[in-house]
């Protein structure tokens, strides 16, 4: 009974970070302190735990070659990038698709978890997939209706302020298998824009488009369709990164010019510094350095401190 | 081994994005646990992730070798998450709502169950840590980093990471004491 079971000395003994002489008299306390015994177990219990949390490779694999194509088309200029990286690159981007899948499982399933009871919400499983198959938007009404299967065909109508219509919505943009389907979702989005609130997990896939849709005519619609969406109101963090990153890092020319413009009409601000010095000073289209540059001048970044 | 990584990492310096795949993928495990240590089992991993390639080849050329890649590469990848943490906890109030609602969290064979039960519990547990304690804790136990070289990565001096490492210890031996006498 003549031990101090002091716990921070137990801690570092099982972490091994304690000296060799500090270390043996923890040990022998570990050994002969039946109390010491119980709370290094307990020590070692939770040093063992399953901390980190099981992934998916599909996603990882995507992840690294989504990484890559932002590599290739941001340092072409500075690295050159050999034909063994294209191909791994090539490798890599096959699992983009289930990626887009299983987003929009994982956001659909919350949506439709948190949503206090529309009709969809109802009748879905959290999990389910919807298989979204057609998308059609009525000028004379200005609401929009869409079909999907689960199980069998259905269709809800209305505009943005609903919340099934959104959900659905969501779940078309993150639709993978389908550019179609995609394409039509942002059409209806922007068209829908001006007749209820943003929905954030609405606005959330749209960005999930700008960051990794592959297809640049789907990329550039969702950077309007996100212009559209926030004529009236604040443009959120994350869209504004994705424009930002979009004008760093985009190839085609006619997306960087619509991050830009969508950039310029939502109050940009000094924190957007850095990436739109980058742009004048690097960007290959003059129309676009020139935005740049006119927008830094609006935020109040003299010309002069670019270097 | 060493002689390898090093020839690796001269040849993606000079701009060989092959030598920087093989650097990448050889290290992809131990980067992705350092991540989804840190925020969990959440879409927002793959981003990390994704920003933390991103930003290593950026910084590449300026790599010194005064440590292992994978240690630098980690540091990149620790402190994306870390930020990327304090962006999700101002913008979504309950975390672990989230989290129940990945699917395959609840559709375990039974004989996985109980693990899969004490992989929720913990998950549960680390939420209860502040960022910076919950990177530590799994920076030590997951990696088996020395806290001196923990420090170096999270900009810290050794003895504040021990306090880190102190203060989630005790508070995870308090949340998960349940799953500990289950034992
Ligand atoms: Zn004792």
Redesign the interface.
Known sequence: MNCEHELEQLILFQAGELQEKEADQVRLQVETCGDCREEFDRIAFLADAPLTPELDKEAIAAARAMAYARIGSSWRHRFRVLADGLSSLARGLRPLPELALGMALIAFGYVLGNSGGGDVASELPATAIVDVHGIEFDEATGRATVRYDRPRSRAVTGNLGDQAVASVLQAALMNGDDNGIRMHALKTVRALASSGTPESDLSDAIVGLVRTEQQEGLRLRAIWALDALYESSTLPEAARESLLSVLTSEAGDGVRIAALNTLMAHEPSRRDAVALRQVVSGDSNPYVRSGAARTLERIGVPLEQLN | MESRESSWIEQAQR????A??RL??AN?GQV??AI??IL??C?E???V??????SA??KLPSFRQESTFSTWLTRIAVNRALNQRR?TRNARQDPL??A????GSEQDASGAME?SE??RS??R??ESLSERERAV??L???H?Y??REIGSMLGCAEGTV?NY??RA??K??VV?EP??RE?
């Open positions: 701009g060989d994005a092959g920087f795949d990448v993928q992809e992705l646990r989804g240590g969990g089992r879409p991993v793959y981003d992730y994704q920003d933390s390639l991103v080849f950026t962006k709502e989230y129940d609602h990945i699917p693990q004490l992989r913990t998950e547990a680390l804790f799994v030590k136990h997951t088996g020395k806290l021990k490492l102190f210890t005790r995870l031996r998960l799953a500990y034992l």
